[in-house]
C-alpha cells in the first residue's frame, strides 16, 4: 500500500483540467508515479473533448483515461452524483482531483476524505473559513493529504521573492498593487453559468493568487478587506460581478490594491493581464519586488490563429509542453511544478505506512513547511473570501477580518 503509483479520480473536466492538470498527470503516469487515470464530467461533451485533444495524443503518445460518463452518451444527460460512485469505489489513499466550480468543491473534497482519499484541488479550497478548518481536521484525523493548487508560489520568482523577503533583504512590505484582468471572452464561456453574483466575483476567482502570494512571500496576515464590485449581464442574461477592486490591509499596517475582472481584450497579446509591485522599507532605504507575470520577454507572430489571435505573449514559466530527449512532449513550468509536488506530497503521506501517526506526522510537517497550499496554513484565503463576498455584496463597505478568539471575518 505504502509506495504504490497512485490512481487518479479526477472530477471536472473543463478549462483548468485541459490546460494544465491533465498533461501534468500524464506526464506523472507515465513517469510510474501514477496509476489508472478516470475523469468525471457533468456531462460527455468536456470528456469528448480532452479525449479528441490532438496536442495530448502528440505529447503522450499511447496514454489515455477513463471517461465517466462513458464518450458515447449523450451530452444532453447529466450525471451530478456519478463522482461519488468513482470515489467509494477506488481503494483507500489514492488520488482524487477537484476540479469542479469554486461553489461545488466543498462536498466533493470532504466525500473523498470520508472515503480516505488524498486530495488535490484547485484553487480557491472552498469560499468559508469554517469550511476549511472542518476540512482540515477531517484529514488530518483521517491520514490523508489535502493540498491546493496556488500554483503562483512554485513560480521561481515567487520562490526567489520569498527566501530573501524572509531574510530581511527585501524589507518590510508597506504598499503595493496587483492587478488580474481575465480575458473578455470567458464572459462567452461556462462561466456564465456560474459566475453569478451570488456565488462569486472577480476578487473571489482571481484575486486571491495574489493575496496568497503576498502572504506566501511575506507571511503577513490580512486584516481588512473592502471590494467594490461592477456588475453586469453575461451573454445568457445573468448577472455577475464583471469587474472588482479591493483594497487589503495586512496586520502590519501595509495596504495592498488589486484590480481584477473579465474583460482583457481578447485580441491583444497577454492573453490576460497580471502584475504585482510590493514597496517596502528597510533600515535606511525603499525595497521594491516587482513582478511583470504577462510580458515575460517571450513574444510570437503565427501563421495561424490556434492561439486565438496571430500574435501573443508567451509565458514558458507557466506551462508548456516542450520537446525532451524522451517520446512526445513534457510539461515544463510552474504549473506542472505545482502538480507535481502536490502530488509527491500524497505519495510522501503514503511512504509513512499504515500507521495513522507516522502518517499525521508528515502532514504536520508540510504544513509547517508552507510550501504547499494546505487548509492548515493557507486558510487566510478563505477568510479572504468571505471578507469579499461580505464586502461586495455591501457596495465596498469595509469587512475585518479577526485571528482571536476564533478567526472570523465581519462587516465594520
Ligand atoms: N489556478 C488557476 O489559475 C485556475 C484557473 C482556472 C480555473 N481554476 C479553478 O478550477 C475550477 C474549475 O474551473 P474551470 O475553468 O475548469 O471550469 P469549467 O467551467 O471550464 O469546468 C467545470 C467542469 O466541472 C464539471 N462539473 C460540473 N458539475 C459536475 C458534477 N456534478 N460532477 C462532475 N463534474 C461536474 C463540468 O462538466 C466541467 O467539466 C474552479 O474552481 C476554478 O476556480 C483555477
Known sequence: MSNHALDVV?????????????????????????????????????????????????????????????????????FPKLYRELIAALPPRNLVVVALPDHMHDPAIRFALEHDQHVLVVKPLVLRYDQAVAIERLAHRRGVFVGIEYHKR?????????????????????CGEAKMIEPYYYRHSNFQNWFTRENTDPMTYVGCHYVDLVYFVTGLRPTEVAVRGIEGAFPNGKVGFL??????????????????????????????????????????????????????????????????????????????????????????????????GLVQSAADVNAAGDRLPARQAVLDEIDARGIIATPKNSSINELVIEATRLSILADGRPAVIEYDPTPQARLR
Open 10 to 78: 479526477l472530477v471536472g473536466g473543463g478549462m483548468i483540467t485541459h490546460d494544465q492538470i491533465l498533461p501534468s498527470l500524464y506526464h506523472l503516469q507515465r513517469q510510474g508515479r501514477l496509476g489508472a487515470i478516470k475523469i468525471c464530467a457533468l456531462d460527455s461533451a468536456p470528456l469528448r473533448a480532452l479525449a479528441d485533444e490532438p496536442v495530448f495524443a502528440e505529447a503522450f503518445p499511447g496514454q489515455s483515461f477513463e471517461a465517466f460518463p462513458s464518450l458515447d452518451t449523450p451530452e444532453t444527460e447529466k
Open 154 to 174: 512554485f513560480d521561481r520568482r515567487s520562490l526567489e521573492a520569498r527566501r530573501h523577503y524572509r531574510s530581511g533583504r527585501l524589507g518590510e512590505f508597506r
Open 243 to 340: 469587474w472588482a477592486s479591493g483594497m487589503v490591509t495586512w496586520e502590519n499596517g501595509a495596504i495592498l490594491t488589486v484590480i481584477t475582472g473579465l474583460g482583457y481584450p481578447d485580441e491583444a497579446p497577454g492573453t490576460n493581464d497580471q502584475a504585482i509591485c510590493l514597496y517596502g522599507e528597510g533600515p535606511e532605504n525603499g525595497t521594491i519586488i516587482k513582478h511583470n507575470d504577462q510580458f515575460r520577454g517571450c513574444s510570437y507572430g503565427y501563421t495561424d490563429r490556434t492561439a486565438g489571435a496571430a500574435f501573443r505573449f508567451i509565458n514558458p514559466d507557466y506551462f508548456r509542453l516542450v520537446p525532451w530527449p524522451g517520446e512526445g512532449l513534457r510539461p515544463v513550468g510552474y504549473g506542472y511544478d505545482s502538480i507535481e
